[in-house]
């Protein structure tokens, strides 16, 4: 009697479907490729054979029942059922709850767009292993089109989101395997959550795209050259090294602890938001640095009546309120941005940038990593409506208030009108002692989008605001406590004198201006000559000569076209709303699978109307264009002055 060799028993045939999905799984996710290797056995979940020959398979469940995740006649059919009704060609990304043996994921493969993603969430390794051992799946996961969810990790689900937000903002479809999600519910509950979540911050992100990019985009151009003359952040890159950085926000909770920032210049770099540097300037603290980004003139209110011998220094984005440049009366350093780098090639600045933040509290929280800072400690920053507040008392918009304030109105009463007004869009989350507090829906996508910030930071993150919403990634710490532990020590002696501002570039900036002027009258032109064309090509589909003649035109144009297209996409900045449909049209396109003339006929139609966008969007910038040129030319002309006297 022979006995098997058991040194064997792990090694697979070279067409073992496992090998298969594994290696195409070590291309698309290693990590989880690894964790699948190296699970202990006790092996696969058992499989058995259905009806219709396709396997099927039987689980435990927490009570010690054994259900089936799939039919035992027709698990195909059954995922059919499943998906049907579904209006695929109007989505671009599935959530699925649940794996199974991927019957439900392998049709909505096959019958979505073929641009659409599937993020599956099964936290069971086991049970993919299983799928991956019984079912060929290779072309699904060489696609690089299946995103894997085992954790239930909110920072690891928002980071791994974000690069997909213009799919997601076309088109979501959750699908759900009930019997595979019935085995973890708690984990998938968690998961609907933060994907609800996340849908809101993309919600709130896109709108300010969408709405804020012309509004942007004419800022930057408007103070070019401040943006030239002023210096960039390479000089204040990792000047406070390892030492403690508080940032300063106007939240409601300030009003408990700011007493304790008096006296802290010299041992922690102290970063104000635009909206408390009046509060601390008064309280006689001079912080380091001073972040704005807002375009809105409401912002001139926080640095009016500022002492002239201000040493903080303004860091700003280039959208920044123009007027706030010449009122800080301290330095002033602007970011680097792509677009007013773009107006400017030609000198070929490349000033530093830093990440793209919601509000003046990430500008600040972005600086401190920029200048080495660790820990980096919060104060006043709640996220939401402590105490029925939405701003620390004490602020500028009191001030906005101050006309209406009677015995009738007192500024409490302001608060809570500021805070009620915004109710349709108001929510509960838990404060930092899990109790439940209000935020809304803006406040709720900046708090997500710190909380992915501090999972990728090197930093220490401290909460000290001792208020506010609860935020991931952040230590809970009294403000007291941080000081003591953190700040014990002077900060490193460095040269705090920024360089001179060099109004002498204002000349070379006007010429790279009127050489934008040029490149957008000759982007309107060309897009004045292909519009005729590509109506000609609507209205005379039928006539393939007449279509393929009008279509050589459109080449010609296109080429004279892709010469200017680094100014081209500084023009379509005045119309991302229109670039937006474009590529949610375009996904509908690939969705709906059309062929020959109907196909064509959409992507004329699509295409006609982004050229007439491109022809309103260069007028705008010419306009914008010719205006930045002679408010250039009056800069040159009053600083001439100011160096004659």
Known sequence: MTQSDLSQRFILPPDSVFLANLAALWQSDPTLAELIESLDDPGPYPVHISKSGLPTLSLPTSDGRI??????????????????????????????????????????????SNEAIFCVFEPDLRLIRTALENRELSRLLTSHRIHWFHRADKAELFSRLTPHTALISVGIESVSLASAVSREPKFHQQITVWLDEFAAFVRTNMNTLLGNSSRTARNIARNIGWYAATPGLARLRERYRNSAAIIVSAGPSLRKNKHLLAGLEQNAALIA??????????????????????????????????????????IAEPKAASAIFSMIGGPV??????????????????KPALPSGATVAHLAFYLAEC??????????????FSDGLCYTPGTSYEDVWRPEISRFCSVEMKQWEHIVRDKAILRQIP??????????????AYLNQFERDFAKSKARIIDATEGGARKRGAEIMPLSRAIAEFCASPLPQVDLDPPALRWELLDQCRTCIDQRLEEAREIKNISEETLPLLEEIHDHLDNQPRVNRAIGKIDRLRARMEKLGRTYELVMQFTQTTEMKKFEEDRRLVALRLEGTDKQRHQV?????????????????????????????????????????
């Open 333 to 350: 350093t602007l970011i680097g941005n792509d677009f007013a780098e773009g107006l400017l090639r030609e000198m070929n600045l490349q």
């Open 431 to 444: 404060d930092q002692n899990g109790h439940p507090m209000y935020t809304e829906e803006r406040l709720f």
């Open 371 to 384: 200048l080495g800072c660790n820990p980096i400690i919060f104060v006043g920053q709640d996220l939401g």
């Open 605 to 645: 139609r699509r295409d006609i109307e982004n050229v007439r966008a491109v022809i309103a969007a260069a007028t705008d910038f010419q306009e914008l264009m010719h205006e930045v040129s002679e408010n250039l030319s009056r800069m040159e002309q009053i600083m001439a002055v100011k160096e004659a006297a």
């Open 67 to 112: 259900i089936f995740l799939h039919s035992r006649h027709d698990p195909r059919d059954e995922a059919a059922t499943l998906i049907e009704g579904l209006e695929l060609e109007k989505k671009t990304t599935f959530y699925i709850h649940g794996l199974g043996l991927a019957y439900h994921l392998e049709l909505l493969f096959d019958r979505a």
């Open 273 to 314: 938001v635009q909206t408390t540097l009046q509060p601390l300037l008064e309280m006689g603290v001079q912080p380091q640095f001073v972040t704005s980004l807002d375009y809105h003139e409401i912002c001139t209110r926080f640095f009016e009546n500022l002492p002239r011998n201000l040493r903080t220094e303004l």
